[in-house]
């Protein structure tokens, strides 16, 4: 969990020092930033997405997570926490819950907090968490100076995911082979692109609503093998 903690500090770190930046910059500088983001998040995941090596695997887990993740309505429990955090801290920020969300969703789908995370569960090696956390931190700073006070609240949503890998890892080392954690790193890439568009103004896309594509291709992937047995 060492590597977690690092990286939700280094978001912290990094958003406050966005935050302080933020009334520095023009609209203009802070419209072109926005959109280079969402043109790195495009690249990102393209790279992630084809990482797959069983397009009927990608296909169904964004399908069927897609369905659960609307009938469970995610984003908008996640909009719901965000505007509860916003209102204890009586943020008056428009783009309070976009910063929450985009920021959780840009420091959490990437490879290097699936791989990371479980490679600080699995061999107790935080170094590639560490990695991210500068990378994290550096990306948060330009988060924050266009989002504001949203980004720097993401560090909790971190937490608990990155830190439910790593410990969930740490449990069920079995579980978490190659294939498993190329799926992942293919559905996340997915979920990448959604956003990528969503921060580019293309179309809105309801991204958090196909977190649970995740669980399902680890679970497909980790299963087909015994169902190819049977």
Do not use: W
């Not at 072109?32 to 998040?41: C, E, K, N, S």
């Not at 993740?69 to 965000?82: D, M, R, V, Y």
């Not at 293919?186 to 649970?212: C, D, F, T, W, Y």
């Amino acid at each position: 969990m060492q590597g977690t903690l690092v990286n939700a500090v280094s978001v912290i770190a990094g958003s406050l020092i966005g935050i302080v930046l933020r009334g520095k910059f023009p609209d203009r500088v802070k419209s072109i930033v926005f959109q280079g983001i969402g043109l790195v998040t495009l690249f990102i995941g393209f790279q992630m997405a084809l990482k797959t090596s069983n397009l009927i695997i990608l296909f169904f887990s964004m399908l069927i997570g897609a369905v659960v993740g609307e009938a469970l309505n995610i984003e908008g429990h996640i909009e719901g926490f965000g505007n509860f955090v916003k209102s204890k801290f009586s943020s008056r920020e428009d783009k309070f819950v976009e910063g929450f969300i985009t920021a959780f969703l840009i420091f959490c789908m990437g490879s290097m907090t699936i791989v990371g995370s479980i490679e600080d569960g699995l061999n107790g090696n935080p170094s590639i968490l560490y990695a991210k956390s500068m990378l994290d931190g550096f990306a948060s700073i330009s988060l924050a100076s266009v989002l504001g006070f949203g980004v720097l609240f993401s560090a909790i949503p971190l937490l608990l995911y990155q830190g439910g890998i790593t410990l969930l890892a740490s449990l069920s080392k079995a579980f978490f082979t190659e294939a498993v954690v190329n799926e992942l790193s293919a559905s996340g890439g997915i979920i990448l692109i959604g956003l990528g568009i969503n921060l580019l103004e293309i179309r809105k896309i309801r991204v958090a609503n196909l977190l649970p594509s995740l669980v399902f291709s680890a679970a497909i992937t980790y299963l087909l093998p015994y169902l190819q047995l049977i």
